[in-house]
Protein backbone atom coordinates (compact mmCIF):
# COMPACT_ATOMS: atom_id res chain seq x y z
CA UNK A 1 0.00 0.00 0.00
CA UNK A 2 1.23 3.37 -1.06
CA UNK A 3 0.63 6.15 1.61
CA UNK A 4 0.44 10.05 0.32
CA UNK A 5 0.76 12.92 2.27
CA UNK A 6 -1.21 15.55 1.30
CA UNK A 7 -1.55 19.10 2.02
CA UNK A 8 -3.51 21.00 4.82
CA UNK A 9 -5.08 24.01 4.95
CA UNK A 10 -8.18 24.08 7.07
CA UNK A 11 -6.75 25.00 10.96
CA UNK A 12 -9.12 22.40 11.69
CA UNK A 13 -10.62 19.73 10.47
CA UNK A 14 -13.81 18.04 12.35
CA UNK A 15 -13.56 14.62 13.23
CA UNK A 16 -15.39 11.78 11.50
CA UNK A 17 -17.04 13.88 8.89
CA UNK A 18 -15.42 13.35 5.50
CA UNK A 19 -16.48 11.04 1.90
CA UNK A 20 -14.32 9.43 -0.34
CA UNK A 21 -14.78 9.50 -3.91
CA UNK A 22 -12.41 7.56 -6.32
CA UNK A 23 -10.42 10.68 -7.14
CA UNK A 24 -11.49 12.93 -3.74
CA UNK A 25 -11.67 13.35 -0.15
CA UNK A 26 -15.12 15.79 0.78
CA UNK A 27 -14.24 17.23 4.56
CA UNK A 28 -15.13 19.64 7.16
CA UNK A 29 -12.76 21.95 8.38
CA UNK A 30 -12.74 25.67 10.16
CA UNK A 31 -9.92 28.29 8.38
CA UNK A 32 -9.65 31.54 10.86
CA UNK A 33 -12.03 34.24 9.72
CA UNK A 34 -14.44 31.47 7.40
CA UNK A 35 -15.86 29.07 10.38
CA UNK A 36 -17.00 25.44 9.36
CA UNK A 37 -16.63 24.76 5.55
CA UNK A 38 -17.03 21.82 3.26
CA UNK A 39 -13.66 21.02 1.56
CA UNK A 40 -12.86 18.81 -1.41
CA UNK A 41 -9.35 17.86 -1.37
CA UNK A 42 -7.80 16.47 -4.95
CA UNK A 43 -5.83 12.93 -4.34
CA UNK A 44 -3.63 13.64 -6.67
CA UNK A 45 -2.47 16.76 -4.93
CA UNK A 46 -3.08 20.53 -4.65
CA UNK A 47 -4.34 22.59 -1.75
CA UNK A 48 -7.89 21.94 -0.40
CA UNK A 49 -10.71 23.69 -2.32
CA UNK A 50 -13.44 24.90 -0.04
CA UNK A 51 -16.93 24.01 -2.10
CA UNK A 52 -19.53 25.59 0.76
CA UNK A 53 -19.87 28.87 2.45
CA UNK A 54 -18.76 29.65 6.07
CA UNK A 55 -20.83 28.39 8.92
CA UNK A 56 -22.42 24.79 7.19
CA UNK A 57 -23.09 21.84 9.62
CA UNK A 58 -19.82 20.09 9.30
CA UNK A 59 -21.01 16.74 10.66
CA UNK A 60 -24.35 16.47 8.92
CA UNK A 61 -23.43 15.82 4.91
CA UNK A 62 -23.33 13.50 2.17
CA UNK A 63 -21.94 13.43 -1.35
CA UNK A 64 -23.81 12.69 -4.48
CA UNK A 65 -22.20 8.79 -5.53
CA UNK A 66 -21.22 10.71 -9.16
CA UNK A 67 -19.45 13.80 -6.88
CA UNK A 68 -21.31 16.53 -8.34
CA UNK A 69 -23.26 17.78 -5.32
CA UNK A 70 -23.16 17.60 -1.38
CA UNK A 71 -26.20 17.81 0.20
CA UNK A 72 -26.05 19.52 3.72
CA UNK A 73 -26.98 22.36 5.99
CA UNK A 74 -25.82 25.88 5.35
CA UNK A 75 -25.49 28.75 7.59
CA UNK A 76 -28.87 29.54 7.82
CA UNK A 77 -30.26 26.01 9.12
CA UNK A 78 -31.77 25.26 5.81
CA UNK A 79 -30.68 22.31 3.89
CA UNK A 80 -28.89 22.79 0.15
CA UNK A 81 -27.15 20.85 -2.69
CA UNK A 82 -24.01 22.46 -2.75
CA UNK A 83 -22.24 22.42 -6.34
CA UNK A 84 -19.08 20.46 -5.70
CA UNK A 85 -17.31 22.56 -9.05
CA UNK A 86 -19.06 25.56 -9.41
CA UNK A 87 -21.88 27.30 -9.14
CA UNK A 88 -24.62 28.68 -5.97
CA UNK A 89 -26.12 26.32 -3.29
CA UNK A 90 -29.71 25.15 -4.43
CA UNK A 91 -32.13 25.16 -1.93
CA UNK A 92 -33.81 21.96 -1.31
CA UNK A 93 -37.48 22.44 -1.17
CA UNK A 94 -39.91 21.10 0.27
CA UNK A 95 -38.26 20.14 3.63
CA UNK A 96 -39.51 20.26 7.64
CA UNK A 97 -37.02 21.99 9.63
CA UNK A 98 -36.51 18.51 11.42
CA UNK A 99 -35.59 16.89 8.55
CA UNK A 100 -32.03 16.44 6.65
CA UNK A 101 -30.19 14.47 4.47
CA UNK A 102 -28.63 11.32 5.16
CA UNK A 103 -27.49 9.79 1.87
CA UNK A 104 -28.08 9.49 -2.11
CA UNK A 105 -29.23 6.89 -4.06
CA UNK A 106 -26.80 4.87 -6.26
CA UNK A 107 -27.90 6.97 -10.19
CA UNK A 108 -27.74 10.36 -7.79
CA UNK A 109 -30.90 11.47 -8.74
CA UNK A 110 -32.98 11.30 -5.26
CA UNK A 111 -31.84 11.86 -1.98
CA UNK A 112 -32.21 10.15 1.82
CA UNK A 113 -34.21 11.88 3.93
CA UNK A 114 -34.73 11.72 7.75
CA UNK A 115 -37.19 12.99 10.49
CA UNK A 116 -34.95 14.08 13.34
CA UNK A 117 -36.19 13.02 16.69
CA UNK A 118 -39.15 11.05 14.91
CA UNK A 119 -39.56 7.44 17.03
CA UNK A 120 -39.52 4.78 15.10
CA UNK A 121 -37.14 6.44 12.77
CA UNK A 122 -38.64 7.50 9.39
CA UNK A 123 -36.45 7.67 5.84
CA UNK A 124 -37.74 9.28 2.99
CA UNK A 125 -36.61 9.35 -0.53
CA UNK A 126 -36.78 13.09 -1.98
CA UNK A 127 -36.56 13.10 -5.55
CA UNK A 128 -34.68 15.75 -7.27
CA UNK A 129 -34.08 17.55 -9.93
CA UNK A 130 -37.28 16.25 -11.59
CA UNK A 131 -40.09 18.43 -11.15
CA UNK A 132 -38.16 21.06 -8.94
CA UNK A 133 -38.10 18.24 -6.17
CA UNK A 134 -40.39 16.57 -4.48
CA UNK A 135 -41.25 14.00 -1.74
CA UNK A 136 -41.38 11.03 -2.45
CA UNK A 137 -41.94 7.29 -0.40
CA UNK A 138 -41.07 7.12 2.94
CA UNK A 139 -39.19 3.83 3.17
CA UNK A 140 -39.94 2.66 7.22
CA UNK A 141 -40.30 -0.93 8.14
CA UNK A 142 -43.02 -2.08 9.92
CA UNK A 143 -43.17 -1.74 13.35
CA UNK A 144 -43.73 -5.10 15.22
CA UNK A 145 -45.39 -6.01 18.28
CA UNK A 146 -43.17 -6.85 21.31
CA UNK A 147 -44.15 -10.34 21.09
CA UNK A 148 -43.26 -10.90 17.46
CA UNK A 149 -39.74 -9.73 17.54
Given at each position: ?N?????????????RA??????????A????A??????LQ?V????P??I???G????N????P???????I??????Y?????S?EP??IS??L?A????????D??????Y?????????????W???G?H??R???PP???????
Amino acid sequence: MNLKRLPTMPSTTIPRAGYRTASALFFAGNEPAHGVRLYLQDVAGGKPLPITPGGVNGTNFTVSPDGRFVAGIGPDGRDYLFPVHSGEPIPISGLLPAEQPIGWTEDSKSLYIYRLGEVPAKVIAWIWPQDGGHLGRSLCPPILPVSQR
